[in-house]
Each structure stands twice: as structure tokens, then as C-alpha cells.
């Protein structure tokens, strides 16, 4: 499956913003996906992950609460609407996905397949 990442930009502190993750070649149901994020010199960030069919959903810390995620099958997207955003959740954003069905998987080393990453920057 191929994954195209993209709704990235500047915003201030306390926007919203929709990112998108859109997949193609694949029966996209089967493919559990979720959100990373990454600022330079760290490590990479579990932000947000759904399930195949899209009736489970897990959330990072750092985002529970004004981060969604959500995924529209008959389209092959999947979304990360975040909230309330702060400067800190400044990053590239990378999609992710592989094929575990009805599972959430929270940890990078189980994908396979990942997005070329959207940049979003939040200003204070």
C-alpha cells in the first residue's frame, strides 16, 4: 500500500487543523493505521492509531483529548483532526499502516508502510 500524508501548515497556538492520510493499492479496510511525529533530534512519537475497520481507536498522551483520528474506507483515508494545538505539537507528521485488521498498533517498528511525513508548525 501506498500512503500520501498531507493538510500540514502554520497555525497559531490554540487552532485546529485536519491532516490526511490517503492510501492506495490495497483493500484499505484491512490495514490498521496511525499517526507518528517527529521534531528534529528525537525520537519519533506515537500520536494516534485506528483500527481496519475503524471502531477502535488509541490516543498518545500528549494529544488525548484534542486529537481525533478517524478513517472513511470508501475514500482509503484516514484523518488526525487535532484541537487546541500548542506550540509543542510543532513536527513532522508521518502516517503509517499495515495490515492488522481490527488491531491498534502503537509501536513504529510494526509498520511497514508509511507517508512521506507533513510538516505542521504551531506559533505562539
Known amino acids: 500500500v501506498q500512503l500520501q500524508a498531507s493538510g500540514g501548515g502554520l497555525v497559531q497556538a490554540g487552532d485546529s487543523l485536519r491532516l490526511s492520510c490517503a492510501a492506495s493499492?490495497?483493500?484499505?479496510?484491512?490495514?490498521?493505521v496511525a499517526w507518528f511525529r517527529q521534531t528534529p533530534g528525537t525520537e519519533r512519537e506515537f500520536v494516534a492509531a485506528i483500527s481496519g475497520p475503524g471502531d477502535a481507536t488509541r490516543y498518545g498522551g500528549a494529544v488525548k483529548g484534542r486529537f481525533t483520528i478517524s478513517r472513511d474506507n470508501a475514500k482509503n483515508t484516514v484523518y488526525l483532526q487535532m484541537g487546541s494545538l500548542k506550540p509543542e505539537d510543532t513536527a513532522v507528521y508521518y502516517c503509517a499502516a499495515d495490515e492488522y485488521g481490527g488491531r491498534t498498533i502503537l509501536s513504529q517498528r510494526q509498520y511497514h508502510y508509511w507517508g512521506q511525513g507533513t510538516l505542521v508548525t504551531v506559533s505562539s
Open positions: 493499492g490495497h483493500t484499505f479496510s484491512n490495514y490498521a
